[in-house]
């Protein structure tokens, strides 16, 4: 393809079942397109972790995916409260998920360190009171 | 080994039976679903006893070819039609974890 290929996602905060539904249109698209496996299923874990953040902590928000040659960029952005301190919600295991979450197997504290290793650009920038914007790129 | 020689395990109960021409790679065992989404392997069956969408949506983006719900769990009819539709087979049992797992490892999923 040599055109850039933007979807964007409104990603709703109330209905923690439905997270899923936009990494699994994205995962869909880049089959279609013929993408390599491998890069699907970093682009759709990683999204997917970054979905469920943003209906757990920030009651939804908004995620933009561009394809083109060469990388799938995916933004993640969030009115929510936003992350006091980056480097403690960037360590496994730390987690200020609700026990309702906990009990359907989520909120362990994996979600960011997830989205970061599963692609193999991220960047985080918060503002408490603000909210919270991901930036993951995954090469193709 | 193709994902039908495990959809006729004796314990098990069908409740969707994917692509049973599918080859399946191994048997992983995980309820914690942020650890199963990234440890799963592509084309595994996934043992667990975290019976809800999220499960399947793991499922799906891990591609999982095959959930096993064991100790009973099961999944809402909702759920199952989407699996169905999405081409994952979903199995119950009322075994544990472990035994289960066991059986469809040796059945020939080492």
Redesign the interface.
Known sequence: MSEKLTFQYVISGDD?????EA??SV?NKLKQLGVD?AAI?KT??AM??GEINMVIHANGGMITVTISDTVIEMILADQGPGIKDISKAMQAGYSTAPEEVRS???G?G??LP?MK??SDEFQIESTPGVGTTVTMKVFL | MELKSILTLPECTLLAQGNPDRTVSKVFCCDLLSIAMSKAPADSVWVTVMGNKNTLAVASLADVACIVLAEGVSLDEGTLAKAEEEGIAVLSTTLPVFDIALEIYEAGLS
């Open positions: 923690f079942t439905r997270a899923g990494s699994s995962k496996d299923r759709a874990i997917y972790e359907l197997g989520f362990a994996m979600g997830n290793k599963f």
